[in-house]
């Protein structure tokens, strides 16, 4: 009988038909993927809903600007020398041959005129920052006046903050670094700031600058956070940023099918990312283009840095004009306290107002809280129109930047308007103070006349330009009904109702609460009501209703009923 052979089948043999071949590629994602779980987040990932908006761009254009200055910044520390060591300059700008500079100044001249594409990465550099802190204070804005930063948002919002203030200090560092007059003068002011603080000014102006100003070690202290930390903190913030954003979801504009409860928009893949990915590009062709054809910072027209000189037509950046504009506004004022020099002109617009604005940026989402008395959730961006006083509020913020940024660049006005210095900085002292508040009155106001515009088209609808004539030889406009989109935008409107001063049966409320009750009364009251059929107001209830299930009923007005019930 014949001898029956098995044979093993070679490793190199085809596999059965119906049998899929086995990837080493794929073998490796499967093991990943049982460790770490990445496919199922990865398809959620990719199935993330995103609003489709344009206002919904600001944060965007800021992240891909911090992109564009991650690499074009690792590009300049390759050439960059952070030392304060001086030596004559030897490079090939021979208006500065010979000239004594700092190796800090003399490698950014060198980077600007030595190397292949140095200056056109530094003017990259240095208009991407600029646009970066636009962005995120513009990002802020649309957050602030669209209600964005109500429950469960306050996190974000803080984190926000905390990244437009590091953004800023990460500007001034890398500003400083090129050792040149301009930015010399800035530390020099900065050194001051320092030293108005009482008590401990002198102690922190030598922690800083470690000893005397300038010193040798401020450009490589600078240069170290400018690298390593402050991007750092940065690139942490906008990953929590991000995760924040994904957990609890994007805000939306009122639209059919857009309700408190669901987010419509596009997804990540593909169409969302298409989309951010051609923003990206626009975003690093327009800094590109703009650092080709409009020159900023040429350090070597200022000349390297020197204690004893001081050039007109010197401003910070833009983003630090505020504080510029308060120091040069801010009349002349010291105390002397127990021996200790207490400098006003420069601790309030230097230290103090800083301060003051970005305490308020924090808490303003908490104080809103406290005075409407709103803890529910919302994921529905308010129209500004729908909430006036804190939009003139908002107004009157910018218009007081705004004034403290003319401020800054006060010599150059006055310079180009051939106007008398003194009396340009009296006029902006008393704008100053007048401006926002005739700014938060007359935006007050414009709102509540966009309310009155809302109600009036929603009884007669808009004109369409034709002129009818009737059946009794009269003549009228013809109206067109709004569309169903823009009625569902109009209508669809949260707004609290005032908090009263105590519960009933309470006794008599305390003064703190009689003072909340007379706070939010004059934040909420400002209100136009819009015409609506029962049904409809059960519609737009529905809209509202939380996540969480059925809306919450107003706490206070609830409390308002009682009261009513009881009398």
């Known amino acids: 009988m014949p001898e029956h052979i098995t044979a093993e089948p070679s490793r190199s043999a085809r596999p059965a038909r119906g049998q899929a071949r086995e990837d080493p590629g794929g073998r490796v994602l499967t093991a990943v993927d049982r460790r770490l779980g ?7 990932g990719l199935r993330k809903v995103f609003p489709d908006h344009w206002s919904f761009l600001l944060g965007e254009i800021a992240l891909y600007c911090f992109v564009v ?9 390759l050439f960059f020398e952070p030392s304060m060591a001086r030596e004559p300059y030897d490079g090939s700008y021979v208006p500065l041959q010979g000239r004594l500079t700092s190796r800090a100044y003399a490698s950014t001249v060198n980077l600007s005129f030595d190397i ?11 208009w991407a920052a600029l646009v970066f802190v636009a962005a995120i204070v513009c990002h802020l804005l649309r957050i602030f006046f669209t ?8 996190g974000n919002w803080t984190v ?6 590091i953004a800023i200090a990460e500007g001034f560092c890398g500003y400083s670094l090129p050792d040149d007059l301009l930015s010399g003068t800035g530390l020099r002011t900065t050194q001051g700031i320092l030293q108005s603080i009482p008590v401990a000014g002198t102690w922190l102006t030598f922690l800083v600058f470690g000893g005397e100003f300038p010193g040798h070690q401020i450009i490589p202290r600078l240069y170290l956070a400018h690298v390593l930390l402050l991007p750092g903190l940065l690139t942490a913030l906008l990953t929590v940023h991000i995760l ?5 979801k994007h805000t939306h504009w009122a639209r059919p099918g857009r309700t408190n409860r669901n987010v419509v928009g596009k997804p990540m893949f593909p169409a969302y990312a298409a989309k951010s990915t051609g923003l990206f590009m626009l975003v690093a062709g327009v800094l590109t283009l703009m650092a080709a054809t409009m020159q900023i910072n040429p350090v070597w027209l200022l000349g390297p840095y020197r204690p004893d000189h001081v050039s007109t037509d010197v401003q910070p950046d833009w983003y630090l004009g505020f504080v510029e504009g308060a120091l040069r506004l801010m009349p002349g004022a010291e105390t002397v306290v127990l021996g200790h020099t207490v400098i006003w002109d420069v601790l309030l617009p230097g230290a103090v107002l800083p301060l003051l604005l970005f305490l308020g940026m924090y ?3 908490f104080l809103e809280r406290r005075l409407t008395g709103d803890d529910r959730e919302h994921h529905l961006c308010d129209r500004p129109r729908n909430h006036p006083v804190r939009t003139g509020f908002g107004a009157a913020v910018i218009t007081f930047a ?7 660049g006060q010599d150059v006005i006055a310079f180009v308007l051939r106007l008398e210095l003194p009396a340009l900085t009296w006029v902006l002292r008393i704008s100053l103070v007048v401006l926002p508040v005739l700014v938060f009155l007359v935006v007050r106001r414009l709102c509540l006349a966009l309310q009155a515009r809302d109600r009036r088209r929603i009884l007669y609808g808009d004109p369409t330009g034709d002129v009818r004539r009737t059946a009794g030889g009269g003549y009228q406009e013809a109206m067109a009904r709004m569309s169903n989109a823009e009625h569902y935008l109009v209508v669809t409107r949260d707004l609290p109702e005032p908090v009263p001063a105590a519960p009933p049966g309470a006794g008599r409320p305390r003064r703190r609460d009689r003072l909340r009750a007379a706070l939010s009364s004059w934040f909420v009251r400002d209100r136009i009501e819009l015409p609506a059929s029962e049904a409809e107001r059960r519609r737009i209830a529905a809209r509202l209703t939380g996540p969480g299930g059925a809306r919450p009923r107003n706490r206070n007005r609830n409390r308002n009923r009682k009261e009513e019930n009881d009398r």
Not at 116 to 126: E, F, K, S, W
């Open 38 to 44: 990445i496919a199922r987040a990865a398809g959620e």
């Open 69 to 77: 200055l991650l690499l074009s910044g690792t590009f300049l520390a």
């Open 116 to 126: 292949r594409g140095g200056l056109l990465v530094r003017q990259i550099h240095h």
């Open 147 to 154: 209600g964005a930063f109500r429950r469960p948002r306050e």
């Open 160 to 165: 926000g903050v905390t990244l437009l203030l």
């Open 244 to 248: 924040l954003i994904v957990r609890l």
């Open 363 to 365: 808490g303003y989402p």
């Open 402 to 408: 705004a004034v403290l940024q003319l401020g800054g």
